[in-house]
């Protein structure tokens, strides 16, 4: 196995020496603001985008909060490609602010508008509502997609850690009630169960806090999360690597890290979408952690992983399909169909 590389190995020796603690040892508002600050502080550069619109949708629970941004003026006639992002944070952390830097990355280097999706938090609301926004906020994209300037063929749906899992439980819900129409998924380190996930070596070889996440850390989530852990965590909509099949779901990218606790499992997802007969590409960052996508800023990796991401949703809106593979070094060109490693 390859040793983590220099940024990340100094970004958790920093994180140790100034007595970074697990989240589960974190009171709930203060580890709301810290990672508010956190990723404030690690994110690399915003960069302009034509315009961003703090809007509110029908949600199910309300007025759900979206942020909608444009990569450039409108022209007429013209319909854009469409992302719905899922922000990450254990499904009771994170916000519109914390993931913008990304969205905005997202928007200008795919050409495509993104529909933020501020979805409501455990444990004041607990599962099923940050699934049953989510899937409200597609279809409310894929329904406005005229007035918005989208083209109703060709949304995806994106977002990291909580927020991959919420990609995949997005896709998995749009299945079994006909709809929306989604064309492609993101996910970057899903958390894929909600178990103590035992079966998966990394959830224990990497789970003992060293890397930013803990065993302990994913216990809380789930307590957080659930209304009764005993007999949710299996469940399909809350655990996805459960589900029978994944037969029908949208075409997939999956990107991971080899030191973070979800990989093992992130691979069998991708493993599975291919053997179900869903074009599906894998590509594991192996030295480096769990949050390097949102902190690009420190951890040169995030924003290799953000130029994957742009260059794969240009390659699959242009042609509709992932192109055949072209070798473990074109994927920053132009990434390619199958399990690589960088």
């Known amino acids: 196995m390859k040793p983590l590389d220099a940024?990340?190995?100094?970004?958790?020796?920093?994180?140790?020496?100034?007595?970074?603690?697990?989240?589960?040892?974190?009171?709930?508002?203060?580890?709301?603001?810290?990672?508010?600050?956190?990723?404030?502080?690690?994110?690399?550069?915003?960069?302009e985008v034509h315009a961003v619109e703090d809007r509110s949708i029908p949600g199910p629970g309300g007025e759900l909060p979206v942020r909608v941004y444009r990569p450039r003026a409108a022209i007429p006639g013209e319909r854009l490609p469409a992302v719905v992002f899922?922000?990450?944070?254990?499904?009771?952390?994170?916000?519109?602010?914390?993931?913008?830097?990304?969205?905005?990355f997202v928007c200008r280097g795919a050409d495509v508008v993104v529909v933020a999706v501020d979805y409501r938090l455990a444990p004041e609301h607990k599962f099923p509502a940050a699934v049953e926004d989510c899937h409200a906020a597609v279809a409310w994209v894929a329904q406005q997609a005229t007035p918005l300037g989208i083209d109703a063929d060709r949304i995806a749906v994106a977002g990291d850690s909580a927020g991959g899992t919420l990609v995949v439980t997005t896709c998995l819900l749009a299945r079994e009630r006909g709809g929306p129409t989604i064309a492609f998924q993101v996910s970057v380190y899903p958390a894929l169960t909600m178990t103590d996930g035992e079966e998966?070596?990394?959830?224990?070889?990497?789970?003992?806090?060293?890397?930013?996440?803990?065993?302990?850390?994913?216990?809380?989530?789930?307590?957080?999360?659930?209304?009764?852990?005993?007999?949710?965590?299996r469940l399909p909509l809350v655990s996805p690597i459960y589900a029978a099949s994944y037969s029908g779901l949208p075409a997939a990218l999956v990107i991971?890290?080899?030191?973070?606790?979800?990989?093992?499992?992130?691979?069998?997802?991708?493993?599975?979408?291919?053997?179900?007969?869903?074009?599906?590409?894998?590509?594991?960052?192996?030295q480096t952690i769990h949050p390097f996508f949102l902190f690009d800023g420190v951890i040169d990796a995030g924003r290799d992983a953000q130029?994957?991401?742009?260059?794969?949703?240009?390659?699959?809106?242009?042609?509709?399909?992932?192109?055949?593979?072209?070798?473990?070094?074109?994927?920053?060109?132009?990434?390619?169909i199958g399990s690589l490693s960088v």
């Open 7 to 47: 940024q990340t190995a100094t970004l958790v020796e920093q994180l140790a020496a100034a007595g970074f603690r697990p989240a589960h040892q974190i009171p709930l508002e203060e580890s709301r603001r810290g990672l508010t600050a956190m990723a404030a502080k690690m994110a690399g550069p915003r960069v």
């Open 86 to 104: 899922f922000h990450g944070g254990g499904f009771y952390l994170g916000d519109l602010e914390t993931h913008d830097h990304v969205c905005r």
């Open 200 to 233: 998966f070596v990394s959830r224990r070889l990497f789970g003992s806090g060293e890397y930013f996440i803990s065993h302990a850390d994913f216990a809380f989530f789930r307590k957080l999360y659930l209304p009764d852990p005993d007999r949710e965590a």
């Open 256 to 286: 991971t890290a080899g030191y973070d606790p979800c990989v093992d499992e992130d691979r069998r997802y991708f493993e599975r979408l291919r053997a179900d007969g869903v074009p599906a590409r894998y590509v594991c960052f192996e």
């Open 307 to 336: 130029q994957l991401v742009v260059n794969t949703l240009r390659e699959f809106f242009a042609a509709g399909r992932l192109r055949p593979d072209q070798g473990v070094e074109a994927w920053k060109s132009r990434a390619s």
